[in-house]
């Protein structure tokens, strides 16, 4: 999940729905935890997150989900695409997020080319949840991928299905567009999830859609449907951590820069410079000793 086109329209904004109860917060969310928030309307919120003290972070401050995207080839690695991301990458950033928290689902990216036919998104999808402890997995999908979502949901595995702006395929689509911006388009995203609902999609991920096709969604289908740009319709919303807290070169529209993390950084990395360049570190305090009687020999 990544999506930096600036063009993307705005929206009014929506006034803040309640907190969920404190059970729905302590408890380890499961499938069934989200189905229950989406029946009892507490929004499910969302992060995206690739390393152990983050994912400590995060579990602690009350998000229900841990996307492990994709997306870390370009915020983390600085690659210009998210199909950089392989699946050796994609496992162990999935378990070092399931290493700093047990309490928030954890949902793992299938990276591009990981799931081109039942075989391989059967084998890789039992890597992410085997050996990288994600609980669910995402992938890029429209009808086309309905049998792959059928034979992972038959074979027990837990599928969200990401429809709208599809990252993987910016490549072919000539860069980053919203979608459903014409009638056509949004009757074949419905058309679409309601297609990968029916093969057993557990989640559904709308990225970069108007919130009028988001509200045709939501009505149409029975499972909790996620945001990313897709408007207050959803049941929850997902933004990039790094986004949100100023990490980015470019911040999507629908995202608010909450901190300016960056500034923190240098003035702390400042700081120690202008330490050690006037011999102000180390201290004595941080220094090791040896035992008096090894110092006198």
């Known amino acids: 999940m990544r999506e930096t086109d600036s063009s993307l329209p705005g929206g009014a904004a ?3 729905p309640p907190a969920p109860p404190a059970g729905e917060v302590s408890e380890r969310i499961s499938l069934a935890t989200l189905r229950r928030m989406k029946e009892q309307r507490h929004p499910i919120v969302m992060l995206t997150c690739y390393d152990f003290p983050t994912a400590k972070i995060l579990g602690a401050c009350g998000v229900h989900i841990l996307l492990v995207g994709d997306s870390a080839a370009t915020t983390v690695l600085g690659e210009a695409s998210t199909i ?33 036919d039942v075989p391989s998104a059967m084998a890789n999808a039992r890597r992410l949840l085997c050996e990288g402890g994600a609980d669910v997995v995402k992938i ?10 059928a034979a992972l949901a038959g074979a027990g595995v837990p599928v969200c299905a990401h429809l709208g702006l599809l990252p993987q395929r910016v490549g072919r689509e000539g860069g980053y567009h919203y979608q ?8 074949r995203i419905v058309q679409d999830a309601l297609l990968l609902v029916g093969a057993g999609a557990e989640l559904l991920l709308l990225e970069a859609v108007p919130d009028a096709v988001s509200r ?3 009505d149409a289908t029975s499972r909790p449907v996620l945001g990313c740009g897709a408007g207050p319709s959803c049941h929850g919303h997902v933004v990039v951590l790094h986004d949100l807290l100023g990490l980015s070169d470019k911040t999507p529209r629908f995202v608010d820069k909450i901190a300016d993390l ?36």
């Open 262 to 297: 960056p500034a923190v950084i240098s003035q702390a990395v400042r700081t120690y410079v202008a330490d050690v360049g006037g011999r102000r570190y180390p201290e004595p305090r941080h220094l090791y000793h040896m035992r008096d009687d090894a110092a006198r020999k």
């Open 140 to 149: 890029e999908a429209d009808r086309r991928q309905e049998p792959i979502v």
């Open 216 to 218: 045709r969604v939501v």
């Open 84 to 116: 950089h991301a392989t699946m050796d990458f994609m496992l162990a950033i999935t378990r070092a997020v399931r290493r700093g928290t047990d309490r928030p689902l954890i949902m793992g990216d299938m990276p591009f080319g990981s799931y081109v």
């Open 14 to 16: 929506a006034a803040s």
């Open 180 to 187: 459903g911006r014409t009638r056509e388009q949004a009757d």
